[in-house]
């Protein structure tokens, strides 16, 4: 079965750095470009990064731009989204997402791992 | 990036049929087919019910499905059934390689 799980969330202090990442499991994760999203407790999904397959080509949302950096290492099947400066509102559940090949939707996702920033 | 816009709630007794709107922009919705739509229950993981406007992925009811015009993008759900009470998200490619949530919306189910 299709598996992706997310963890390296935690508490940390404004200004600091957090790595989370996404174990892929049950699919050729090279084949995959990759999604990561966000949600604030008891707030909408909000869009963060991508990166295609080969790792090459990566976008980033206006708010995290310059401070997040996505990434991936195909020979662990990980996917890594490295966060500095972190501010109180990056504060949500970071989620994962496997891109249909040849399409633009998401089919699975990754329960979440919360980040936390504060002091 | 602005949010696109959808209802915030939407209801209908079983069996009936109800439609969420997203709307945004020609920079985003109006300008390329990249719109799917996202099932999410309290304290779940998002699931995939919708595609590049109107691709249904496999294992998902035909009770669901999808439309676009214009800049408006709209997501249909017929014989509601109560296990379809969640938050609903829409999400577009855009015009600045990014891409963008509606705001949500939630299905209740009288």
């Known amino acids: 079965d299709v598996q992706l799980v997310e963890s390296g969330g935690g508490l940390v202090q404004p200004g600091g750095s957090l790595r989370p990442s996404c174990a892929g499991s049950?699919?050729?994760?090279?084949?995959?470009?990759m999604h990561w999203v966000r949600q604030a407790p008891g707030k909408g999904l909000v869009w963060v990064s991508r990166?295609?397959?080969?790792?090459?080509?990566?976008n980033y949302a206006d708010s995290v731009k310059g401070r997040f950096t996505i990434s991936r290492d195909n020979a662990r099947n990980t996917l890594y989204l490295e966060m500095n400066s972190l501010r109180a509102e990056d504060t949500a559940v970071y989620h994962c997402?496997?891109?249909?090949?040849?399409?633009?939707?998401?089919?699975?996702w990754g329960q979440g791992t919360l980040v936390t920033v504060s002091s | 990036q602005s949010a696109l816009t959808q209802p915030a709630s939407v209801s209908g007794s079983p069996g009936q049929s109800i439609t969420i709107s997203c709307t945004g922009a020609?920079?985003?919705?109006?300008?390329?087919?990249?719109v799917s739509w996202y099932q999410q229950h309290p304290g779940k993981a998002p699931k995939l019910m919708i595609y590049?406007?109107?691709h249904r992925p496999s294992g998902v009811s035909n009770r669901f499905s999808g439309s676009k015009s214009g800049t408006t993008a709209s997501l249909t759900i017929s014989g509601l059934q109560a296990e379809d009470e969640a938050d609903y998200f829409c999400?577009?490619?855009?015009?600045?390689?990014?891409?963008?949530f509606g705001g949500g919306t939630r299905v209740t189910v009288l």
């Open positions: 049950g699919f050729t994760f090279s084949n995959y470009w």
């Open positions: 999400w577009s490619y855009t015009t600045s390689s990014t891409w963008v």
């Open positions: 990166i295609s397959s080969d790792g090459t080509n990566t």
């Open positions: 590049d406007v109107s």
């Open positions: 020609s920079s985003d919705v109006g300008g390329y087919n990249f």
């Open positions: 997402g496997r891109i249909i090949v040849g399409a633009t939707g998401v089919d699975f």
